[in-house]
Each structure stands twice: as C-alpha cells, then as structure tokens.
Nanobody, 130 residues
Framework: EVQLQASGGGLVQAGGSLRLSCALA??????????IGWFRQAPGKEREGVSC????????YYADSVKGRLTISRDNAKNTVYLQMNDLKPEDTAVYYC?????????????????????WGQGTQVTVSS
C-alpha cells in the first residue's frame, strides 16, 4: 500500500534547526507526479497545514505562522521532499506528517487543507524546548 514516511524529527532547543524528510514507501505511486504537503498536530489542537510544494517544485505555499523560518523543497530523483526548519519555537512542537493530494500534477485550491490529501503515513515528532 502507498505510504509517505516522514522522518527527521527530534528534540531541539528554541532557535535550533531540524530537517524533516518525506519519502515514498510502497508501489503504485509516481512520486514526482504529485504535490506534497506538510501538516502538523499538537496535543489538544486541530491538524494544521504547514507547507506544500508542487510536483515540479516550482510553486510553494506556507502557513503564515512559519513563513521565513521553514522552507520546503524536493528532490524528485531521490523521491524525497524536505522541510528545513530554522529558528524553531516551542509552538512548533507537534507530530509532523507529509501527504499527497487526490490528483496527480495538481495543487489543491487550498494547498494547506488536509481534506484534499489522499496519501498519508506515520508522522515524526518534533519537540522544541524553551
């Protein structure tokens, strides 16, 4: 079954950096045909869209809360999308998930809306201490 595996989380101090990776696991999915979104969920809070990148990498989208600190990129030759996280804050603490939308070569009209995404995997924990 198609899954997207998020990795690279950990425990860092405020102001520190992490780089998350999203890799394809399973067959039946052409990675470079799909936009990829990053989402996060903190305890007791709703799932929040963080960032999205188009299939080619030519378009990117960010939540206002992370603009200037987080950067999404992709290396289609490696079937991997990255989320570089700099100047981390305690409010960034959450489980981070990556996902692909329902259609190939398509960016959802609301790129940070989780309801448009079909393919998910287990997330990776990011904890930022103060």
């Amino acid at each position: 079954e198609v899954q997207l595996q998020a990795s690279g989380g950990g425990l860092v101090q405020a102001g520190g950096s992490l780089r998350l990776s999203c890799a394809l696991a399973g067959s039946g999915f052409t990675f470079d045909d799909y936009a990829i979104g990053w989402f996060r969920q903190a305890p007791g809070k709703e799932r929040e869209g963080v960032s999205c990148i188009s299939s080619s990498g030519g378009s990117t989208y960010y939540a206002d809360s992370v603009k200037g600190r987080l950067t999404i990129s992709r290396d289609n030759a490696k079937n991997t999308v990255y989320l570089q996280m700099n100047d981390l804050k305690p409010e960034d603490t959450a489980v981070y998930y990556c996902a692909a939308p329902s259609e190939r070569r398509w960016v959802p009209p609301q790129p940070l809306d989780s309801s448009a995404y079909h393919f998910w995997g287990q997330g990776t924990q990011v904890t930022v201490s103060s």
